[in-house]
């Protein structure tokens, strides 16, 4: 049990009985109404999703590539591809003719592909390769053929909006199968991402253990806010960029004319600022302009932001937000809906030191602190605990001393009181379960 402590399964696990209400992740649409999963709903959707893999032949250890963009139905298929013991690798299509797509699926030797339905007739257009699809009546799965590829055999349509039968969440909520592989190790690979760089035309493909990623996740909450980027990590979000698959294209293959446009953006951007009760933002350059020139019609003179930074960098439309009531939030915006993911739910999943009741008390809204104060908080009253202890000790000690000395004067030849010896024996008991209670405490937390 100790090792499955440091895997994502085991800790979805725990918090969807901790805290099955918090809030997990959130979809705006186009016409901004808002839709969400709580923990519970997550992890449940999760498993049913995994079973659906295990019946389609997918093998703990197999690569499954998606390019399902940021939304609820892409955390879904991550979580999931994860429950089957599969290593969910996200990818973008939206890249130079398509060879990057190709590339990675071949290196992986991946045989299941997830697609979005929207992009895929892009897929199609981006890639010099032949796919031949074949879809089955009444089934989101479809058999693949494509020359350059012969391991893909399978691949999955996930239509965001409607569907052919069934879109693909009201399908995970009426099916009753659920599963999750137990066989998770902390030296599990976890997952696959890919980068390209903005000078070169190669792809970079890195792969993440539960391990690894944990603690990693546990160091950027180390760090110390220098600037307005290390501030956000006093509500560590590090899940939220990195656990959906956002991947960072470099200049050299990305191709924002493919993008779809959204009416009214900057608009949309201002309405959740104010909806989300956002204190803080990473925002394009080109969309600050645009908000500038609307933000008086909705905020009344009074500052949108407190804090603003401005990215460069132009993957899958990535915002970040810090949140006033200190459970951060990030939004991201892929082709056709704003996505908002709960910061204080995925960072629980990284903390190997979060305790039941402290999940409990962050899931309510009235006492939204964040996991970093209450992880320094925890660690630091192990440290006053032991101060505690060591202080009453030598107070004893001194008071044993003063008692021996003053009896010894009082009556050279004579015994000790009894009752100065129960008083030191009861001072001595209750020194002694404070101790322990303070022991078992640092071992719930730890």
Not at 62 to 79: K, M, Q
Not at 228 to 257: A, H, K, Q
């Given at each position: ?51 659906l ?7 703990p ?50 045989r ?51 569907g ?28 696959f ?96 302009k ?82 970093s ?11 006053s ?59 719930i937390?730890?």
């Amino acid at each position: 049990m100790a090792d499955k402590q440091m895997t994502l399964i085991h800790k979805f696990r725990e918090l969807s009985r901790a805290s099955p209400q918090m809030e997990a992740v959130v979809s705006y649409d186009e016409a901004m109404v808002r839709s969400s999963l709580n923990a519970e709903e997550l992890y449940t959707l999760s498993a049913r999703f995994a079973y659906l893999l295990q019946q389609e032949g997918i093998q703990p250890g197999d690569y499954v590539v998606t390019t399902v963009p940021l939304s609820i139905e892409a955390t879904i298929i991550t979580f999931g591809t994860l429950f089957a013991g599969a290593v969910p690798a996200n990818l973008e299509i939206t890249f130079k003719n398509g060879e990057a797509l190709l590339q990675c699926l071949a290196k992986l030797k991946s045989r299941h592909m997830i697609v979005q339905d929207e992009p895929w007739s892009e897929v199609l257009k981006f890639c010099k390769s032949k796919f031949e699809v074949t879809f089955h009546p009444g089934s989101i799965m479809a058999d693949v053929t494509v020359p350059r590829l012969p391991c893909l055999e399978r691949m999955m349509l996930v239509k965001r909006s409607g569907g052919r039968d069934q879109s693909f969440i009201e399908l995970l909520r009426t099916s009753r199968n659920e599963y999750v592989y137990e066989g998770i190790t902390p030296d599990t690979v976890g997952w696959f991402t890919f980068t390209t760089g903005t000078e070169t035309d190669y792809i970079r493909m890195t792969e993440f253990t539960h391990n690894t990623a944990i603690r990693t996740a546990n160091l950027m909450h180390l760090c110390k806010k220098t600037t307005c980027r290390n501030r956000l990590y006093e509500n560590p979000w590090f899940w939220v960029s990195s656990l959906p698959g956002d991947i960072l294209n470099g200049m050299t293959r990305v191709m924002p004319d493919k993008w779809r446009v959204i009416n009214d953006y900057p608009l949309m951007l201002v309405k959740l600022i104010k909806t989300e009760g956002v204190e803080q933002a990473d925002i394009q350059p080109l969309n600050v302009k645009p908000m500038l020139e609307i933000v008086n019609e909705f905020t009344e003179g009074e500052p949108l932001l407190e804090f603003l930074e401005c990215g460069k960098g132009a993957y899958s439309f990535n915002l970040f937000f810090i949140t006033n009531s200190r459970s951060a939030v990030g939004i991201f915006l892929p082709s056709s809906s704003l996505y908002v993911s709960s910061c204080l739910f995925f960072s629980s999943l990284s903390f190997s030191y979060v305790s039941s009741s402290m999940l409990r008390s962050s899931s309510s809204s009235s006492s939204s602190s964040s996991l970093s104060s209450s992880s320094s908080s925890s660690s630091s009253s192990s440290s006053s605990s032991s101060s505690s202890i060591i202080t009453i000790i030598i107070i004893i000690i001194i008071i044993i001393n003063h008692y021996h000395q003053h009896h010894q004067h009082q009556h050279p030849r004579g015994r000790f009181p009894t009752c100065h010896l129960r008083a030191i024996v009861i001072v001595i008991v209750v020194v002694f379960a404070f101790f322990m209670i303070s022991i078992i405490h640092i071992l719930i937390i730890i």
